[in-house]
């Protein structure tokens, strides 16, 4: 089914679908019968989530000329296209992110002090959570997350230092040997093609779309045991194995009327399904028990549904999980509910990937991840058991104005896991995770710190958060210690000017949990940003960057003054 067919079906049809496309081999385009329609600049981004934004804004402030592409018709990435309020470290509001990072922040919380009917103590409040989500410290609005990022951009995109292509998809490459020449985007809307050339690219897609294209080395799902040193590893590689996806989607809830959609077409089959994982699920996932994330053989049934028990504070629960409207912070009247964002294991997809599988297999499978979601709200609405009795909450409504669709689902899915660089320097757990680092250095738990770089190019902190895979594997949660961001996992084995710029940097299937989150993300896109910078005004490659001490040395400094970060303070692991 093409784009204009999910539109007539009063479906979300993501533009992301058009990538399933077969592309084109590199270089092909060159011989193609195109119009000759090209645009130049000095860095070309293609990718318009979090890590590409970050990239833009750092090179423009650089003095580079960007082009930036995106895929759907938002930038923001997981903040705003995934309707995923940001997951973050317990010291974000005082250290551990580039300055740029705590300037969207502020900006978020000051869209809402200016535009919105706050009452007096949340407009006071410092550290504004508009939603109040328990999982996030700023969970917010898609909406209010994009206007911040072009708050951010808009000087630079009026002065023409930053192109924006949305709804734009890379479709073929251009290379030399280890050199990539230009790459072909076409245009969702018109069909019509253009080839933007530039000395730097930047794969700041949400699956390292450009690794294919361009011939870059790359691995995907879980690594064997022998390729990365760790124990929790399988003996042999499962390229297919990788974290679920999640439609995500924006509900609130109406008490007295019924808002009750049609039963999904795949209803019967995902209200009986139980996951095939090791340890076992606990039963059927449509159901609020689910596998305890740090005791994946144990039941986890506490948390529970109440929109309005949660709306009163009465308990931390499912609808409390990811709100980002808490109607407390507004003055009475201002809202009739709380909305919140539903992504939880109960929507979290897993029968299979969608990365580098036959186009009607990754088809098959974004339809089946919205078809769980739509699922899981109509057992929500109809049969899910409540704590005072009875079933289901039919006041439940989906808000298709909060994600920017016409069926309240997000324009794309939220990717946990990308193909990844075969890079100059893999991250394995062995450098953050704590036991690991607590054996090699024979130190308490407080007193243990991750493995230092000396290419630091950045920081971070979360722990290895990874959810159910599509090779069924249950939960991985483990301690962390807080950790930086090696300039070498930044950097191809082979290819020269292509950069990583998100989730798809040298990290394993097990370290991609840490390194996957918003302010990482953001801090990985502004470094690689600054780095071409960098490259271009010296006239040396990113490897010879990182190989140079002396340039090494400079470009830290450099960055250091633009606000990123790159050491911790002592602090211990989480």
């Known amino acids: 089914m093409d784009r204009r067919s999910f539109l007539a079906a009063g479906l979300a049809a993501p533009a992301y679908w058009m990538t399933a496309t077969a592309a084109p081999a590199p270089s092909a385009f060159s011989s193609r019968n195109i119009p000759a ?34 895929e759907t018709d938002w930038i923001g990435g997981q903040l705003t296209q995934q309707a995923v309020p940001m997951d973050e470290h317990g010291w974000i509001e005082s250290f551990g992110a580039p ?14 002090r200016r535009n919105y009917p706050l009452t007096a103590e949340a407009t006071r409040n410092p550290v504004l959570n508009p939603g ?29 230092k930053i192109t924006l292509l949305l709804e734009h998809v890379p479709v073929a490459a251009e290379t030399d040997g280890s050199q990539v020449k230009a790459i072909q985007v076409q245009d969702l809307q018109t069909g019509h093609f253009r080839v933007l050339r530039a000395p730097y690219f930047l794969d700041a897609t949400e699956t390292g779309e450009l690794l294919p ?26 390229p297919q194995n990788m974290q679920a996806i999640t439609w995500c989607f924006a509900i609130d809830y109406v008490p007295g009327e019924d808002h009750t959609i049609d039963p999904p077409e795949d209803y019967a089959f995902w209200r009986e399904y139980v996951p095939a994982l090791t340890p076992p699920w606990p039963g059927k996932l449509l159901a609020f028990a689910y596998s305890h994330p740090q005791k994946p053989g144990e039941s986890r049934e506490g948390l529970g549904f109440d929109p309005i028990a949660e709306n009163k504070g009465g308990r931390m629960g499912f609808w409390s999980y990811r709100r980002i409207i808490h109607t407390h912070n507004f003055v009475p009247g201002a809202y009739a509910s709380d909305i919140t964002i539903v992504n939880w294991p109960q929507n979290d997809y ?30 929500l609405q109809t049969e899910a058991p409540r704590a005072g009795g009875g079933t289901g909450w039919p006041g439940l409504r989906l ?16 990717i946990r896991e990308s193909r990844r660089i075969l890079a100059e320097f893999t991250i394995t757990a062995r450098h953050v995770w704590a036991q690991a680092r607590m054996q090699e250095m024979g130190t308490k738990y407080e007193d243990t710190t991750a493995a230092p770089f000396a290419d630091s190019v950045g920081v971070g902190s979360y722990r290895i958060d990874l959810h159910p895979s ?39 299937h097990i370290t991609n949990g840490t390194y996957r989150l918003h302010p990482v993300e953001w801090n990985i896109g502004e470094s690689a940003g600054m780095l071409i910078a960098y490259c271009l005004e010296k006239k040396e490659s990113p490897r010879g960057v990182r190989n140079t001490d002396a340039l090494l040395r400079d470009f830290q400094n450099r960055l250091v003054a633009q606000g990123v970060e790159i050491h911790w303070p002592k602090i211990t692991p989480r």
């Open 37 to 70: 329609h090209e645009l130049g600049a000095d860095l070309v981004i293609i990718g318009g989530g979090l890590g590409g934004c970050a990239a833009a804004l750092a090179a423009a402030r650089n003095g580079l000329r960007v082009i930036l592409t995106e």
């Open 99 to 112: 300055a740029s990072y705590r300037e969207l922040r502020r900006r978020i919380r000051d869209y809402y």
């Open 399 to 414: 808000r298709p104005d909060i994600t920017g669709t016409p069926d309240g689902l997000a324009k794309y899915p939220y």
């Open 470 to 508: 599509t090779g069924g594997d249950n939960y991985v949660d483990l301690d962390t210690c807080p950790f930086q961001i090696p300039l070498g996992a930044l950097i191809p084995r082979r290819v020269e000017n292509l950069i990583p710029a998100c989730k798809n940097i040298g990290t394993t």
């Open 132 to 160: 109040n989500g328990w999982v996030s410290r700023i969970a917010c609005e898609p909406r209010v997350g994009l206007a911040a990022l072009y708050e951010m951009l808009m000087p630079h995109l009026s002065a023409r």
């Open 350 to 379: 897993l029968p299979g990937s969608i990365i580098d599988v036959p186009r009607e297999e990754k088809e098959k499978h974004l339809r089946g991840a919205r078809q769980l979601s739509l699922s899981l709200l109509y057992w």
């Open 213 to 238: 294209l361009t011939g870059t080395e790359y691995v995907t799902g879980f690594e064997s045991r022998d390729q990365t040193g760790e124990p929790m590893a399988p003996e042999k590689a499962q």
